[in-house]
């Protein structure tokens, strides 16, 4: 049976989409020649064979931060094409700002972005129609076996189901628990997946259903017999997987309660932070940035200024006591963005969903995050990181690590102004939110790079323009 790992379904996506990019560039170049009647032969191409590197990278970097290839969006045709649409934008916005304000006259071809853009998306388009026509039929669905009918493994079914369903066919679970035995397990409101058997089972199962991959869902030590199996099975040529690996290829998070006796292989234990070169390139990157940052805050301030002290009365700026990296309290700056007596009583309280407390020009400022732009100095100072998890409050602190197994990890690097979990989730108004938020920081902990560093830029630049801070 034909069947492909996540991993390869993302190498052909990205090996046929650069033939693409390139051949739609040469489409791009011979429009160009027959407009301008000009002769399309090999000396023409010379003259343009830099912009058949230059046009594809800026594609592709495009590409790569609008999450074209992240496994939620391979696995789901209309979220491919926005993500396609905002990627030619980009890389159209990037070459038009090129082109008007630092190219010499004459020394970029003009209108060809627009011509390869259009080109791309149409071949694009098509090309991801068809993987999509393909993928969705069984015979090349991968098979997977889910190890483990608890909570963990029901987890990781939903998960498959929810962000890789094209991808994934589940047989069913094995469990050895007597309890489950012979019933089916459900994993949403209207779908069930059919208990198989128990691990003496699972080598015959795996050769009868033909199925290249096992999922570990297993949160303790695994029993003799079920390790004999999976070494069977391994034998056979099945793919082992553990459930925390996938569920973090396929959600951008680490699965703190599902994560067992895995934890050393899930939780961030020799992250970058680690390594001095990265810890220069991070700061040198953060210094820059900040400088830059406040160069282009600074003369709008005045005027953000007037606007808070017409709408409400009060300081301009409020000044919190949060937490840093190894637990150190530091003094975080800030725009006052509601009123001056939100907290009476003087107890740390949550910004909440539609907050009256927040003014009416604060709330401007929420939407756009224009009130974190003062923390821009405590980059300078060495703080906080452009990047990291939000700092938290003392007094909230105490309370989640109470609650939340692993919390005390965010305090492993620098907090920062913007972070992996606030770029893919909403606010913390709960418990609950504050553990769906810990699992995205600490894969921002473990994966941290300057490329994700610049991912979750890009990504808290989009929420800005489209006005969803809170």
């Given at each position: 049976?034909?069947?492909?790992?996540?991993?390869?379904?993302?190498?052909?996506?990205?090996?046929?989409?650069?033939?693409?990019?390139?051949?739609?560039?040469?489409?791009?170049?011979?429009?160009?020649?027959?407009?301008?009647?000009?002769?399309?032969?090999?000396?023409?191409?010379?003259?343009?064979?830099?912009?058949?590197?230059?046009?594809?990278?800026?594609?592709?970097?495009?590409?790569?931060?609008?999450?074209?290839?992240?496994?939620?969006?391979?696995?789901?045709?209309?979220?491919?094409?926005?993500?396609?649409?905002?990627?030619?934008?980009?890389?159209?916005?990037?070459?038009?700002?090129?082109?008007?304000?630092?190219?010499?006259?004459?020394?970029?071809?003009?209108?060809?972005?627009?011509?390869?853009?259009?080109?791309?998306?149409?071949?694009?388009?098509?090309?991801?129609a068809l993987y999509f026509a393909l993928a969705r039929r069984r015979s090349f669905a991968r098979k997977v076996i889910i190890v483990g009918a608890g909570w963990a493994g029901q987890t990781i079914a939903q998960t498959i189901r929810q962000r890789a369903a094209a991808h994934y066919q589940i047989v069913g679970f094995v469990d050895d628990d007597?309890?489950?035995?012979?019933?089916?397990?459900?994993?949403?409101?209207?779908?069930?997946?059919?208990?198989?058997?128990?691990?003496?089972?699972?080598?015959?199962?795996?050769?009868?259903?033909?199925?290249?991959?096992?999922?570990?869902?297993?949160?303790?030590?695994?029993?003799?017999?079920?390790?004999?199996?999976v070494l069977v099975c391994k034998e056979q040529g099945a793919q082992i997987t553990l459930m925390p690996v996938l569920f973090e290829q396929l959600t951008g998070m680490v699965p703190i309660e599902h994560i067992g006796d895995n934890w050393n292989i899930a939780l961030p234990l020799d992250s970058a932070e680690a390594s001095g070169f990265y810890?220069?390139?991070?700061?040198?990157?953060?210094?820059?940035?900040?400088?830059?940052?406040?160069?282009?805050?600074?003369?709008?301030?005045?005027?953000?200024?007037?606007?808070?002290?017409?709408?409400?009365?009060?300081?301009?700026?409020?000044?919190?006591?949060?937490?840093?990296?190894?637990?150190?309290?530091?003094?975080?700056?800030?725009?006052?963005?509601?009123?001056?007596?939100?907290?009476?009583?003087?107890?740390?309280?949550?910004?909440?969903?539609?907050?009256?407390?927040?003014?009416?020009?604060?709330?401007?400022?929420?939407?756009?995050?224009?009130?974190?732009?003062?923390?821009?100095?405590?980059?300078?100072?060495?703080?906080?990181?452009?990047?990291?998890?939000?700092?938290?409050?003392?007094?909230?602190?105490?309370?989640?690590?109470?609650?939340?197994?692993?919390?005390?990890?965010?305090?492993?690097?620098?907090?920062?102004?913007?972070?992996?979990?606030?770029?893919?989730?909403?606010?913390?108004?709960?418990?609950?939110?504050?553990?769906?938020?810990?699992?995205?920081?600490?894969?921002?902990?473990?994966?941290?790079?300057?490329?994700?560093?610049?991912?979750?830029?890009?990504?808290?630049?989009?929420?800005?323009?489209?006005?969803?801070?809170?």
């Amino acid at each position: 049976m034909f069947s492909l790992r996540l991993a390869e379904h993302k190498r052909i996506l990205i090996a046929v989409d650069f033939i693409l990019v390139e051949l739609t560039t040469l489409l791009a170049f011979w429009f160009m020649a027959f407009r301008a009647e000009w002769i399309f032969d090999a000396r023409y191409l010379a003259n343009y064979a830099g912009w058949f590197v230059f046009l594809p990278g800026l594609w592709f970097l495009s590409a790569f931060l609008n999450g074209l290839y992240d496994p939620a969006t391979i696995a789901d045709l209309a979220r491919s094409a926005r993500c396609l649409v905002r990627a030619i934008a980009l890389v159209i916005v990037v070459y038009l700002t090129i082109y008007f304000f630092f190219a010499t006259p004459g020394e970029m071809p003009r209108g060809i972005v627009g011509y390869q853009g259009a080109a791309s998306f149409l071949a694009i388009t098509l090309w991801r129609a068809l993987y999509f026509a393909l993928a969705r039929r069984r015979s090349f669905a991968r098979k997977v076996i889910i190890v483990g009918a608890g909570w963990a493994g029901q987890t990781i079914a939903q998960t498959i189901r929810q962000r890789a369903a094209a991808h994934y066919q589940i047989v069913g679970f094995v469990d050895d628990d007597p309890a489950k035995q012979p019933d089916a397990i459900s994993v949403s409101a209207d779908r069930q997946l059919p208990l198989l058997g128990s691990a003496r089972d699972l080598a015959h199962l795996v050769k009868e259903h033909q199925t290249p991959e096992i999922v570990l869902a297993i949160t303790h030590d695994l029993s003799s017999a079920l390790f004999q199996a999976v070494l069977v099975c391994k034998e056979q040529g099945a793919q082992i997987t553990l459930m925390p690996v996938l569920f973090e290829q396929l959600t951008g998070m680490v699965p703190i309660e599902h994560i067992g006796d895995n934890w050393n292989i899930a939780l961030p234990l020799d992250s970058a932070e680690a390594s001095g070169f990265y810890r220069v390139a991070k700061r040198a990157f953060d210094v820059t940035g900040a400088l830059v940052g406040l160069t282009l805050y600074l003369p709008a301030l005045p005027l953000i200024a007037l606007a808070l002290k017409l709408d409400s009365p009060g300081p301009i700026f409020l000044w919190q006591t949060r937490v840093g990296k190894g637990g150190k309290i530091f003094r975080l700056l800030k725009l006052r963005t509601m009123v001056t007596d939100a907290e009476p009583d003087g107890q740390a309280m949550r910004a909440q969903k539609n907050d009256p407390r927040v003014t009416r020009v604060g709330r401007w400022l929420r939407k756009t995050r224009l009130d974190e732009m003062p923390q821009l100095f405590n980059i300078l100072k060495g703080e906080m990181s452009a990047v990291g998890p939000r700092p938290e409050r003392p007094e909230h602190l105490v309370e989640l690590e109470r609650a939340i197994p692993f919390h005390r990890l965010r305090n492993a690097v620098k907090p920062g102004m913007a972070g992996w979990a606030v770029a893919n989730y909403d606010y913390v108004d709960s418990i609950e939110d504050a553990r769906i938020r810990l699992q995205y920081d600490l894969y921002y902990i473990k994966h941290q790079s300057l490329w994700l560093d610049l991912l979750v830029l890009w990504r808290m630049f989009g929420q800005m323009l489209a006005l969803k801070g809170r």
